[in-house]
Nanobody
């Protein structure tokens, strides 16, 4: 089970911190990622973190977003700074391979 939270409405330049609580069977020992889907667009990966803490980011968010994980809490986070209108999307988390059933996601809207 994947449960995302932390989204909301924020002005351009603002920040949000997303959280994703996962069941142990999904989280433990697996690379986890944040993904987003904007209206009318396909889902895209945003950030990935391996079980050992190695991270990767899509170019459009490098330097602005930070992914992290708390293995004791089976939770992955996405700190989003300097948000832009084009970051508006529904954000979801999941494994990097062999996806689990998707959660509902959390809506992020960046608008003035």
């Amino acid at each position: 089970q994947l449960v995302e939270s932390g989204g909301g409405l924020v002005q351009p330049g603002g920040s949000l911190r997303l959280s994703c609580a996962a069941s142990g069977s999904i989280f433990s020992g697996n690379a986890m990622g944040w993904y987003r889907q904007a209206p009318g667009k396909q889902r895209e990966w945003v950030a990935i973190i391996t079980s050992g803490g190695y991270t990767m980011y899509v170019d459009s968010v490098k330097g602005r977003f930070t992914i992290s994980r708390d293995n004791a809490k089976n939770t992955v986070y996405l700190q989003m700074n300097s948000l832009k209108p084009e970051d508006t999307a529904v954000y979801c988390c999941n494994k990097v391979t062999y996806f689990a059933p998707w959660g509902q996601g959390t809506q992020v809207t960046v608008s003035s």
